[in-house]
C-alpha cells in the first residue's frame, strides 16, 4: 500500500511559479512510476506529466511542456512539480499518483490533491 499527500498548492499570480510536493509512504516508492494529473472546475482530469523510477524517462501534455518540470527524489520518497509561467488555464486541484508498471495500465494509488489557482 502507498499512501500518496500533495503539498505546495496556493494562489499566484500569472506569470508567476509554484512548486507542488508529492510524498510517499512505504519503502517501495522507487519501484513506481509516478505522474501528476489536474482538474479544473467543471472539468475532466487531465494528465499532467509521468516519470518513471529512475527519473530517466519523463513525458509532458503538451499544454504544460515546457512550463513544467517533473522531477523526483527517491532518497526522500518525495515526487515534484515545478510550475513556471502559471495561466489562469492552470487553475486547477493537482493529483499525484503511483503506478507499478513502468509502461502501461492504470494508476494504483492517488493522493487528494492541491489545490493550485492562479489569476490573471
Known amino acids: 500500500q502507498v499512501q500518496l499527500v500533495e503539498s ?6 500569472a506569470g508567476g511559479s509554484l512548486r507542488l510536493s508529492c510524498a510517499a ?6 519501484s ?13 482530469r487531465e494528465f499532467v506529466a509521468r516519470i518513471n523510477w529512475n527519473g530517466n524517462n519523463i513525458y509532458y501534455a503538451g499544454s504544460v511542456k515546457g512550463r513544467f ?7 526522500k520518497n518525495t515526487v515534484y512539480l515545478q510550475m513556471n509561467s502559471l495561466k489562469p488555464e492552470d487553475t486547477a486541484v493537482y493529483y499525484c499518483a503511483a503506478r507499478r508498471n513502468q509502461i502501461i495500465g492504470e494508476y494504483d494509488y ?5 489545490q493550485v489557482t492562479v489569476s490573471s
Request: charge should be positive; glycine fraction near 22%; charged fraction near 20%.
Open 8 to 13: 505546495g498548492g496556493g494562489l499566484v499570480q
Open 25 to 30: 509512504s512505504g519503502r517501495t516508492f522507487s
Open 32 to 44: 513506481y512510476l509516478m505522474g501528476w494529473f489536474r482538474q479544473a472546475p467543471g472539468k475532466e
Open 69 to 75: 518540470t517533473i522531477s523526483r527524489d527517491n532518497a
Open 110 to 114: 492517488w493522493g487528494k490533491g492541491t
